[in-house]
């Protein structure tokens, strides 16, 4: 009994032992700094508590490395880190591709996050703008520190500034609008904030006090009335606003100021910037964009650039569509279409009021299938009923795509209708339209609404595009030149399809009698 009893201390003295070593390792490891690149700590999950412990402001960036986001953040990284040399303040990044566990645990995966953590606490760190450059860390962590008296400035210099400039007008420092206002100075380290008490100054603009003005290039361009409650997140939205112009292209460079901005209804233009009423469209769109400043962000896309597809993608934008525009509300991504074929000031000012009232009628991918959709001698067709009988392989069809606010699609009508009546007494053949404008079309086509496209009768979704003259019969023989063209194409893959199922048969027999040989 004494033998086995030791040989059993035996091990459980090893494996403590064990495990006393492997705990004094992770303490030797845990002892070890963080690994540096240019001033800024590389964290994990093995060294970020450790970090947070020694650093009393830690300062990290979240991100992930083939973002350019990332990129560019993590340069001004680099820069802010070589001025805080000898500060209190450390800057450290985690990448979220390769720490995934770290940035679950810390609720840091969504696009680039700045914290700052404080006296080791990992519970309640303070979010960090994204910063424009490296000023701009600097800027928000001293704004941060600072107060308002700390804005106190020569007006002079921030008037003839070529960026724009945040001036508070506050006849008391210790009022409650000063505070708001130096919340929103913390919130934007990009945009230069300056406070004044001087009396001459106000009396230039014939203001009262209390009063947030924007300047630009010695100009005046708007003024902001504090109120008791005027919120942060009101000074911020106007500000932000002001900062853009009343129109902004989408660009590469553009794409985050865009997204970013507290306004989250989007008027996009989507137009061609090389076609000949580019300026026409767009003094209109810029005209109206005067009237929705804080209640609309107008922003225009050009659909010549090969940068935008993915953006002519997801609002389902074919270029030769363009000019048109549309409404969306970031919040729940629901689509508005201007229903118009003129791009007049008036007419925009009309559908943003539409909009913002709650009367314009949203885009849908379909619109409900209409009762007795088929009974009439031309079918109307929706989103969720154009393939199912555009690509029937038992019918011949031909579909008009119209608008039904284009002068243009509503002339073609009657035409579509004499078609219709005269090809009734076919078998198999059917005449259909279907609105372009309200229905998400999944296809590809060519040329400009209204469209006109015959689907053959095979197994094959094959769509011709008709680009004849606009008469009954070069209708006519157009649809019986492409169904002789199908009939021959039919054989063959009837023929095909005869031979792949004979093919499978015999396959299926084989392996049955494979099967019963091994029984």
Same mark, same amino acid.
């Given at each position: ?160 500034? %070529? ?12 009022? %409650? ?230 002068? %243009? ?111």
């Amino acid at each position: 009994m004494r033998r086995p009893l030791l040989l059993g201390l035996s091990a459980l003295c090893l494996c403590v032992s064990a495990v006393v070593a492997a705990d004094a390792q992770r303490e030797r490891q845990g002892d070890k700094p963080p690994p540096e690149d240019d001033g800024v700590l590389q964290l994990s999950k093995g060294n970020f508590n450790r970090a947070l412990r020694k650093h009393k402001q830690l300062l990290v960036h979240f991100y992930a490395p083939m973002s350019a986001e990332g990129h560019r953040v993590s340069a001004a990284f680099e820069g802010a880190a070589a001025e805080l040399q000898g500060s209190e303040v450390k800057l450290a990044v985690i990448d979220v591709t390769k720490e995934k566990e770290l940035a679950k645990d810390l609720n840091a995966t969504g696009p680039p996050i700045i914290r700052l953590y404080l006296g080791g606490d990992r519970h309640n760190p303070v979010p960090c703008p994204v910063p424009q450059s490296s000023a701009s860390i600097l800027t928000w962590l001293k704004r941060r520190a600072g107060s308002a008296t700390d804005l106190i400035a020569d007006l002079r210099l921030s008037e003839a500034s %070529e960026e724009m400039t945040v001036v508070g007008f506050f006849k008391e420092l210790d009022h %409650e609008y000063v505070q708001v206002f130096y919340s929103a100075a913390v919130d934007l380290p990009d945009i230069s904030f300056a406070v004044t008490q001087n009396d001459e100054v106000i009396s230039k603009y014939g203001l009262t006090h209390d009063v947030v003005l924007l300047f630009k290039k010695s100009e005046l361009i708007q003024a902001y009335k504090m109120m008791p409650q005027t919120s942060k997140e009101e000074l911020l939205i106007f500000i932000t606003v002001y900062q853009m112009d009343p129109v902004t292209e989408y660009t590469g460079k553009t794409a985050a100021e865009i997204l970013s901005s507290p306004v989250f209804n989007h008027a996009l233009l989507f137009v061609n910037k090389s076609s000949a009423d580019f300026q026409e469209i767009y003094f209109a769109f810029n005209s109206a964009a005067d009237a929705f400043r804080l209640k609309i962000l107008f922003v225009y896309v050009d659909v010549d650039e090969p940068r935008n597809g993915r953006m002519m993608e997801y609002f389902r934008v074919r270029d030769f569509e363009a000019p048109l525009i549309r409404l969306v509300n970031l919040t729940d991504h629901v689509t508005f279409h201007l229903p118009s074929d003129s791009l007049d000031a008036e007419t925009i000012k009309k559908f943003c009021r539409t909009y913002l009232e709650g009367k314009a009628k949203p885009k849908m991918q379909s619109e409900p299938v209409p009762e007795g959709w088929d009974k009439e001698p031309v079918k109307e067709l929706v989103g969720m009923t154009l393939e199912k009988v555009a690509f029937n392989p038992n019918e011949t069809v031909f579909v008009m795509f119209y608008l039904p606010y284009s002068q %243009e699609s509503r002339a073609l009508f009657p035409l579509w209708e004499d078609l219709a009546e005269a090809l009734k007494e076919r078998e198999h053949v059917v005449v259909a339209r279907i609105d372009a404008s309200s229905n998400d079309i999944n296809m590809s086509m060519q040329g400009s609404y209204p469209s006109l496209c015959l689907f053959p009768a095979l197994h094959a979704e094959r769509a011709v595009v008709y680009s004849g003259r606009r008469k009954l019969k070069d209708l006519v023989k157009f649809l019986d030149d492409e169904m002789e063209k199908a009939k021959k194409d039919r054989v063959k893959e009837d023929e095909d399809r005869r031979k792949y199922v004979k093919a499978i048969k015999a396959e299926e027999a084989k392996k049955a009698k494979e099967t019963k040989e091994e029984l």
